[in-house]
Nanobody, 128 residues
């Protein structure tokens, strides 16, 4: 059974940094594409960053490019999201999720509707 568990959220001031972690369990073979998503109150869930080892690619939503970095450590079964230069508009519940495929590209890498396994989220709050 696939399980995802996020950690690392918290409250920071604008300009600060956080690193989110997602512990992944339940996969015995190739790791599928993984992604980070966020949802602020009253807004739809938004794809933030995606990573696919099949194509060795990463992708980011425009609003976080140059500030966020997605990575994974397969030996530790952990997905990361390094968030720098945080802004108040980055405040949201952040979720990690797993795609059913190990090789996708383009918008599918961060389309919430395409992901099948989800963690319960970790809250990020950025104050101005």
């Amino acid at each position: 059974q696939v399980q995802l568990k996020e950690s690392g959220g918290g409250s920071v001031q604008a300009g600060g940094s956080l690193r989110l972690s997602c512990a992944v369990s339940g996969y015995t073979d190739s790791r599928p594409c993984m992604g980070w998503f966020r949802q602020a109150p009253g807004k739809e869930r938004e794809g933030v960053a995606g990573i696919c080892t099949g194509y060795r690619t990463t992708t980011y939503v425009d609003s976080v490019k140059g500030r966020f970095t997605i990575s994974q450590d397969n030996a530790k079964n952990t997905l990361y999201l390094q968030m720098n230069s945080l802004k108040p508009e980055d405040s949201a519940m952040y979720y990690c999720a797993a795609h059913p495929s190990w090789a996708v590209s383009g918008p599918q890498m961060i389309n919430p509707a395409d992901f099948v396994y989800w963690g319960q989220g970790t809250q990020v709050t950025v104050s101005s």
